[in-house]
């Protein structure tokens, strides 16, 4: 397969029907070279499915479920949950201290402060907050809320979560199919007596917990951009102060949610008699306003909505640690984005669904969707994780990045496959890397399959995004410390 050349980190790649637009690849001509023929075969098959309008390939793509994560899928008649992903809205926050980062050079004081963290927020598959020493126990009555609501005035206050912080977030809250909390509250009835979850009680406590896999807390050294100054004040950031980076989504809830419409679609698809797009049983979908999309679309809110209000107390707790060690610490929240999800939005002057898989929305200054938020003037945050040598970015987004939907990579990429990576990379060379760069981890042995050569060039990845016009850099983060867990995916 062939990617043809646009410019100079803008590639077209023909779709397998002549009838539908062909596909927009962002990268060098590095990145585009380095995508394998299965992501490529993927993404013909995602853009040639029924009701597709555009869909793009970002410089981070690699093979998924469905549709290639690192993907963007826009359609105006159809909902489909491959092009969504199994971690329902995986998203990114960043919560920004007044704690100057030479408080915490001392690696006996990243130590506390990793321990303090560690006591309050879970990490790994399963676990919840009822594993941890200084927990923050989630009743059942408000985890339904929070389902519902999401970051509601109500559930902030009754999790500890500062209400000023949904002013901060990409979406604060997700409604039903209907645009109502009351399609919300019908859907968790029905799959609660379903017996869709064997323990909602146990999914809810997982609220402000990170996952395992690529699911991670980093602690940052914010330096700003050369003449990105102005714009990373706006954000709320402060140069050369500690600051916090999260990776998580909805967690076991947002799994059972996923895989349960992937089977129910599945079924409905035998029944129809209809063949799967390529013949991945993953690439399934839904005509708008049928039962079965407005299930989705229901199903995709509970989640998203977890997922948010796990963010924010994620956030919360980790506020809470440094203010143990550093009492009197104050933090604010910057952003909240997400990266797995699919949401209205305007897309050649039409009003569609936009899916992001591995993909987070890059609206640029002035763009009508931002007028009532603290961001019209600059453009919304882009938070983009590297790996904890290369270092993240924070980024805004230029009016170029109409071509990509108003997307952009949700991060590096993987290059190497989790097994491959455990099978080949050396773990004593892996530890000392981290040490050797002066970053710090929960982990006796860093995960492999988590390492930063499991992943792609990640300064070649932001080059991309600035060549192709999509977004400029505005402070780019260094590691002092990460936590992760050394267990299997979930997303």
């Known amino acids: 397969m062939e990617i043809l050349e646009k410019s100079e980190a803008i590639g077209i790649l023909p779709v397998k029907d002549g009838?539908?637009?062909p596909i927009t690849v962002i990268g060098t001509?590095?990145?585009?070279?380095?995508?394998?023929?299965?992501?490529?075969?993927?993404a013909q098959n995602s853009a040639g499915a029924p009701g597709v309008h555009r869909f793009v390939l970002n410089p981070d793509a690699h093979l998924g479920h469905g549709a290639p994560i690192?993907?963007?899928?826009?359609?105006?008649?159809?909902?489909?949950?491959?092009?969504?992903?199994?971690?329902?809205?995986?998203?990114?926050?960043?919560?920004?201290?007044?704690?100057p980062i030479g408080e915490i050079q001392d690696r006996s004081v990243r130590r506390a402060l990793i321990n303090a963290v560690c006591d309050r927020i879970p990490t790994g598959p399963g676990r919840g907050q009822r594993t941890v020493k200084k927990p923050r126990r989630v009743d059942v009555e408000t985890g339904k809320r929070a389902l519902i609501e999401g970051a509601s005035a109500q559930v902030c206050e009754s999790l500890g979560i500062p209400a000023a912080w949904a002013a901060r977030c990409e979406d604060s809250h997700h409604l039903g199919h209907d645009d109502t909390q009351d399609a919300l509250a019908e859907r968790l009835e029905?799959?609660?007596?379903?017996?869709?979850?064997?323990?909602?009680?146990?999914?809810?406590?997982?609220?402000?917990?990170y996952g395992g896999g690529n699911h991670f807390g980093e602690c940052e050294n914010v330096e700003f951009a050369p003449g990105a100054e102005s714009t990373a004040e706006a954000f709320g950031m402060k140069q050369n102060y500690a600051a916090f980076l999260s990776h998580c989504g909805s967690r076991g809830l947002g799994n059972i949610l996923a895989q349960n419409q992937f089977r129910l679609l599945q079924s409905q698809f035998e029944k129809w008699d209809t063949p799967f797009p390529g013949g991945d049983k993953h690439l399934v979908y839904a005509p708008l306003g049928t039962p079965e999309a407005d299930a989705y679309i229901d199903d995709m809110a509970l989640g998203a909505n977890f997922a948010t209000?796990?963010?924010?107390l994620i956030n919360a707790l980790v506020l809470e640690a440094f203010q143990e060690v550093f009492p009197g610490t104050q933090g604010w929240l910057v952003y909240f984005i997400s990266h797995n999800i699919a949401r209205k939005e305007v897309v050649d002057e039409?009003?569609?669904?936009?899916?992001?898989?591995?993909?987070?929305?890059?609206?640029?200054?002035?763009?009508?969707?931002?007028?009532?938020?603290?961001?019209?003037?600059?453009?919304?945050?882009?938070?983009?994780?590297?790996?904890?040598?290369?270092?993240?970015?924070?980024m805004a987004a230029e009016p170029g990045a109409e071509i990509s939907c108003f997307s952009v990579n949700h991060?590096?990429?993987?290059?190497?496959?989790?097994?491959?990576?455990?099978r080949t990379l050396d773990q004593r060379a892996v530890d000392a890397e981290l040490l050797d760069n002066d970053v710090l981890s929960n982990c006796r042995a860093y995960p492999l399959d988590e390492a930063p050569a499991a992943y792609k060039d990640f300064a070649e990845v932001v080059r991309s995004v600035e060549l192709a016009g999509l977004a400029k850099p505005v402070a780019n983060l260094k590691a002092k410390f990460v936590i992760k867990d050394a267990g299997a995916a979930d997303d």
């Not at 209000?309 to 924010?312: E, I, S, Y």
């Open 19 to 21: 009838d539908k637009k």
């Open 350 to 394: 039409t009003k569609m669904w936009v899916h992001r898989k591995g993909a987070t929305r890059a609206f640029p200054r002035g763009h009508h969707a931002l007028k009532a938020t603290p961001f019209f003037e600059t453009g919304h945050p882009i938070l983009l994780p590297g790996n904890p040598v290369a270092g993240s970015v924070v």
């Open 29 to 42: 001509c590095t990145i585009r070279e380095g995508l394998d023929a299965a992501c490529l075969e993927q």
């Open 190 to 209: 029905t799959l609660t007596e379903a017996g869709t979850f064997r323990n909602l009680a146990d999914k809810i406590g997982q609220l402000g917990s």
């Open 309 to 312: 209000v796990n963010h924010l």
């Open 70 to 99: 690192g993907s963007v899928l826009a359609s105006p008649t159809h909902i489909y949950p491959g092009p969504v992903g199994v971690d329902i809205k995986c998203s990114m926050s960043l919560l920004q201290t007044d704690l």
């Open 411 to 422: 991060g590096a990429g993987r290059t190497l496959g989790r097994k491959n990576a455990i």
